[in-house]
Every structure is written in structure tokens, then in C-alpha cells.
């Protein structure tokens, strides 16, 4: 069975410090994956979206990146940290089924603050 | 532009039953899913539906009108595990993913 890792769990960070939260699939090959940042009572925005190892796009102009050093691996960057970026960060994965439709299942998220 | 509206809270009464509503807007439609999302946990994934119609789950069936751009989610027995926010999303002609708000079910007893 797929399973995906989020680490670490919660984060407490001070402005201007670097940033690396790492995500991994398990039990599949080739999967999408996907970033996006949760604020307190919102929906869901995406960040960063990778169809393969190195291929990343970006979906929102910010201080963050994105990189696919591996298949199952994902990652999501900054060099300096803003308190806007503060908020719930969610990896996610899908793969393309024939059927055509591509539900994507979820990480259990990394609680960033920013000081 | 491409957007999802739907109620950003709403209350109901254990083992009654809720309808939650989901209009969107998008370039071009794939489908339509809800999640299911408890405080400070991930989503879960809760039903997809691309043709017109119900599609029945249990306590739970979500219903779509693609010519009105309408879905809604409806919750039956109510318990008080439900309450969680629920999140809609829409996809659009790239496959990608538009997602509302969510709507926060409180469930009282």
C-alpha cells in the first residue's frame, strides 16, 4: 500500500532563517506531487506542482522553492523565512489512472510558525 | 478567473441531517471532489463525481449539476465525529485542483 511521510510535524522558525520541509511517497512509481500551504481557516493553496524528477512548477510567485531530487521525493525550500509564510504545509500525491482522474491523497502535514 | 464558493460555517444537530452547498467556476471541468478535514489534520479524500447525478456513500452522498456548476454534499445521521470542515474542489481543464475555502461543520448535540 502507498503510504506518504511528512517531516517534521511542527516547526517554529524565526524570520529570515532558512527553510526544509521533506516529503516522501512510498509505494508507488512516478507519482505527482504536490505542495501547498493551508492559512488558519482557509482553503488550501497550491505551491508547487512535479510530474517527474526535476520537473517542478510553480504556481504561486513567493520567497519558496521546490525540488525533485528523486522519484518519491519531494521537497519545499526558503532561504529566508517571512512571518507570512507561517501556516500548514501539505504534501500530496496523485497518480493518472485510465480512468482519468486523479485523486490526490495527502501528507500529514508540517505546522510552520514564524517568528 | 476560476473560483469555488461554498458556506464557511455551518451548524447542525447530531443525528440530523446537512447539506452542504459548492458552486464553480473553472476553465474547463474534470470533476468535482469533497474532503473531509479534522483541526489540524490533513484532508481526506470523500467523493469524486464527474457525471451529472448522486452518488451515495454510505451516510454520505454528494450530488453534482455540471450545467449549473453546482455540486453539494449531503450528510445523513449525524454524528459527532462529523464535525470537520469540508473542503470542495473542482477540476479543471489541466487537471488541476481548484479548491474552496472549506465549509466548518459544527455538529451539536
Avoid at chain 2, 451529472?52 to 454520505?60: I, V
Avoid at chain 2, 454524528?79 to 461543520?105: E, F, R, V
Amino acid at each position: 500500500s502507498q503510504t506518504i511521510h511528512q517531516w517534521p510535524a511542527t516547526l517554529v522558525q524565526p524570520v529570515g532563517s532558512p527553510l526544509s520541509l521533506e516529503c516522501t511517497v512510498e509505494g508507488t512509481s512516478n507519482p505527482n506531487l504536490y505542495w501547498y500551504r493551508q492559512a488558519a481557516g482557509r482553503g488550501l493553496q497550491l505551491l508547487f506542482y512535479s510530474v517527474g524528477i526535476g520537473q517542478i512548477s510553480s504556481e504561486v510567485p513567493q520567497n519558496l522553492s521546490a525540488s525533485r531530487p528523486q522519484d518519491r521525493q519531494f521537497i519545499l525550500s526558503s532561504k529566508k523565512l517571512l512571518l507570512s509564510d507561517s501556516g500548514f504545509y501539505l504534501c500530496a500525491w496523485s497518480v493518472e489512472p485510465a480512468g482519468g482522474y486523479n485523486e490526490q491523497f495527502f501528507g500529514p502535514g508540517t505546522r510552520l510558525t514564524v517568528l | 478567473g476560476q473560483n469555488i464558493d461554498q458556506p464557511t460555517e455551518m451548524t447542525a444537530t447530531e443525528g440530523a441531517i446537512v447539506q452542504i452547498n459548492c458552486t464553480y467556476q473553472t476553465s474547463g471541468f474534470n470533476g468535482l471532489f469533497w474532503y473531509q478535514q479534522h483541526a489540524g489534520e490533513a484532508p481526506t479524500f470523500l467523493s469524486y463525481n464527474v457525471l451529472d447525478g448522486l452518488e451515495e456513500k454510505g451516510r454520505f452522498s454528494s450530488f453534482l449539476s455540471r450545467s449549473k456548476g453546482y455540486s453539494y454534499l449531503l450528510l445523513k445521521e449525524l454524528q459527532m465525529k462529523d464535525s470537520a470542515s469540508y473542503l470542495c474542489a473542482a477540476l479543471d481543464s489541466n487537471y488541476q485542483l481548484i479548491w474552496g475555502a472549506g465549509t466548518k461543520l459544527i455538529i451539536k448535540p
